[in-house]
């Protein structure tokens, strides 16, 4: 092949390619524009609101505050107190339980005077180390229970969750008859919205006339008393947690059963022939194959268990007692109902940035187990 037949290949293909940018910008156009308008556009304008003090509906105007709002939202502080002693005896004071009682925080965060390190601090909540009660304060004790509740519930979804997507597709999955009805039948509240499956489980959970109260005392003939499944700070996050984990198992199902269609067969035929039973086979045939299936499961998990927000919003309205608040309700709550926009936007830059270091460690734990 001489030069000059390489050089106007060259130039062909690129009179070939040019004509295609043209085109091909007009028909993406439309979706830059979208993205450029509905994402980038409000994830810069909510960075920038989150230095300001901009309000939803407000006459002043906007100005710069720098760092405050971020400031408010994670400052933390620990407060020391002794127990109150009687100053005629000498003794400790007891309540009518006869226990030592302690003075109020609020004596300390509201005397900016003598106390400034703990002005506009709020309890967040106490523990009790021999007779002192240390006293965790924070500048908003809402967001910091939010972020624990985000974490619990993570915590607890996503293995569970998992597990059960594992259990069902190893079940879909053995080619017998009516698998593809039981397939449907498990993908079905996938494809349902999430408003519409927290309303039917609230319904479910109702206190007087649910059928999960029925059931539970009709199975116990009567030794299990209705649970106010909603409306018991202990119990509230535990009756979300099953809903989500019942309405998000299909899903998980779904990509395992695509990832177990793709384990060559031939590895079974030789781990049976090498004498492996059926433990041995699922643990060095078919988790090693499904590896890079369980890679995407836990990080698009763990990205939906911290973007909680339609249960909440539907079956407790984040009680009680803030029991099911999460991060998300709370920026919404905060952005909308209290038109605090800046506020709001300091915490979404904030919880973006804890996703995004959560998803960093997942990454780098999966590399240093592949190593």
Do not use: C
Request: glycine content about 8%; charged content about 15%; cysteine-free.
């Amino acid at each position: 092949m001489t030069i000059s037949t390489v050089t106007m290949r060259k130039e062909r293909q690129k009179t070939e390619t040019e004509p295609q940018i043209i085109p091909g910008l007009l028909m993406g156009g439309a979706a830059f524009v979208l993205l450029l308008v509905f994402l980038i556009g409000p994830f810069f304008g909510g960075i920038y609101y989150s230095f300001t003090n901009q309000r939803l509906i407000s006459a002043n105007p906007t100005e710069f505050v720098g760092l405050r709002n971020y400031g408010r939202l994670l400052k933390l502080a620990i407060l020391p107190l002794e127990p109150l002693v009687d100053e005629a005896t000498g003794e400790f004071l007891l309540d009518e339980a006869g226990n030592l009682t302690y003075p109020r925080s609020r004596e300390f965060t509201r005397d900016e005077e003598n106390y400034p390190q703990y002005a506009d601090l709020t309890e967040w909540f106490s523990v009790d180390i021999r007779e002192t009660r240390y006293f965790i304060l924070a500048g908003d004790p809402t967001f910091m229970r939010s972020l624990v509740n985000n974490f619990f519930f993570a915590l607890v979804v996503i293995p569970l969750q998992t597990g059960l997507g594992l259990l069902l597709a190893l079940l879909v999955n053995q080619g017998l008859r009516g698998e593809t009805f039981f397939r449907s039948m498990y993908f079905a509240p996938v494809v349902t919205s999430m408003v519409v499956v927290s309303i039917v489980w609230r319904f479910l959970y109702d206190f007087n006339n649910g059928l999960v109260n029925e059931m539970l005392g009709a199975l116990t003939f009567g030794a299990i008393r209705p649970i106010n499944w909603l409306g018991e700070p202990g119990i509230a996050m535990w009756a979300i947690i099953i809903m989500s984990i019942w309405q998000g198992a299909g899903f998980q199902m779904m990509l395992f059963v695509a990832g177990l269609q793709q384990i060559p067969e031939h590895l079974y035929e030789a781990a049976s022939i090498d004498g492996a039973n059926t433990w041995q086979r699922f643990r060095y045939v078919t988790l090693p194959g499904l590896r890079n299936v369980m890679v995407f499961i836990f990080l698009t998990i763990t990205i939906a268990a911290f973007q909680l927000f339609d249960q909440v919003f539907v079956m407790t309205n984040g009680g009680p007692d803030d029991a099911t608040t999460t991060t998300v309700f709370h920026m919404v709550r905060t952005g909308f109902r209290e038109q605090n926009i800046a506020y709001a936007s300091a915490i979404a830059v904030i919880f973006f940035l804890i996703i995004v270091g959560v998803n960093l460690v997942q990454r780098q734990a999966v590399r240093e187990r592949s190593a």
